[in-house]
């Protein structure tokens, strides 16, 4: 085994032994809200939101962007677990901003292998072959956080699937800081009739 999976074995360990009545949480989240947010390992939605375990269903993706799979995920916390809020944060210095579709496509062209940036931009090895079939994906790359925020609060608003009572309120969150930082254009458009 990895390094890795031993560090996370061990750290499940501890995990289950102070794990308490945790087994006992009701599905549905106790404080009704979800997040849809970015996948960024800098980013711990606990801490800046102040969850714990069973308080609210937590979306993560590359961006926190208003996928189609994201919003299936939305409309079931709504629909069959209750949520009545719905949080969409970005997030300052996003990986999403560093790229776009078609580099993206480029790069998987040339290798399946990690690629690299530097000053000048993302490289790839070409080493071991790549595939073409990203060049038919959007990766819903992000020029604009303020802009992507308002995008993705006005899909989601806009989605048949979601009940017009819902809010949906737009947030940047700053990672030198740990601010969160409201859009207010988005929260406007995610406000709930």
Same mark, same amino acid.
Request: with cysteine; proline share 4%.
């Given at each position: 085994?990895?390094?890795?999976?031993?560090?996370?074995?061990?750290?499940?360990?501890?995990?289950?032994?102070?794990?308490?009545?945790?087994?006992?949480?009701?599905?549905?989240?106790?404080?009704?809200?979800?997040?849809?947010?970015?996948?960024?390992?800098?980013?711990?939605?606990?801490?800046?939101?102040?969850?714990?375990?069973?308080?609210? !269903?937590?979306?993560?993706?590359? #961006? %926190?962007?208003?996928?189609?799979?994201? =919003?299936?995920? @939305?409309? &079931? *916390?709504?629909?069959?677990?209750?949520?009545?809020?719905?949080?969409?944060?970005?997030?300052?210095?996003?990986?999403?901003?560093?790229?776009?579709?078609?580099?993206?496509?480029?790069?998987?062209?040339?290798?399946?292998?990690?690629?690299?940036?530097?000053?000048?931009?993302? !490289?790839?090895?070409?080493?071991? #072959? %790549?595939?073409?079939?990203?060049?038919? =994906?959007?990766? @819903?790359? &992000? *020029?604009?956080?303020?802009?992507?925020?308002?995008?993705?609060?006005?899909?989601?608003?806009?989605?048949?699937?979601?009940?017009?009572?819902?809010?949906?309120?737009?947030?940047?969150?700053?990672?030198?800081?740990?601010?969160?930082?409201?859009?207010?254009?988005?929260?406007?458009?995610?406000?709930?009739?």
């Amino acid at each position: 085994m990895s390094n890795t999976v031993n560090e996370v074995i061990s750290a499940n360990a501890d995990y289950v032994a102070d794990f308490g009545d945790k087994g006992d949480l009701p599905m549905p989240p106790g404080r009704q809200f979800a997040i849809l947010t970015c996948m960024d390992a800098r980013l711990d939605p606990a801490k800046y939101a102040g969850l714990a375990e069973g308080d609210a !269903h937590v979306i993560r993706n590359a #961006g %926190g962007r208003a996928s189609d799979d994201a =919003i299936r995920s @939305l409309v &079931i *916390s709504y629909k069959l677990l209750g949520t009545k809020e719905w949080f969409v944060i970005h997030h300052t210095d996003c990986g999403m901003e560093t790229f776009t579709t078609e580099i993206m496509g480029d790069l998987l062209s040339g290798s399946l292998k990690t690629s690299s940036v530097d000053a000048s931009g993302w !490289h790839d090895s070409n080493a071991g #072959g %790549g595939t073409t079939d990203g060049k038919y =994906i959007n990766w @819903l790359t &992000i *020029s604009d956080q303020q802009k992507s925020v308002l995008e993705d609060v006005q899909r989601i608003r806009s989605n048949s699937m979601v009940p017009a009572g819902i809010p949906i309120y737009g947030y940047i969150y700053d990672c030198k800081t740990g601010n969160l930082n409201e859009v207010p254009e988005a929260t406007v458009a995610g406000k709930a009739v």
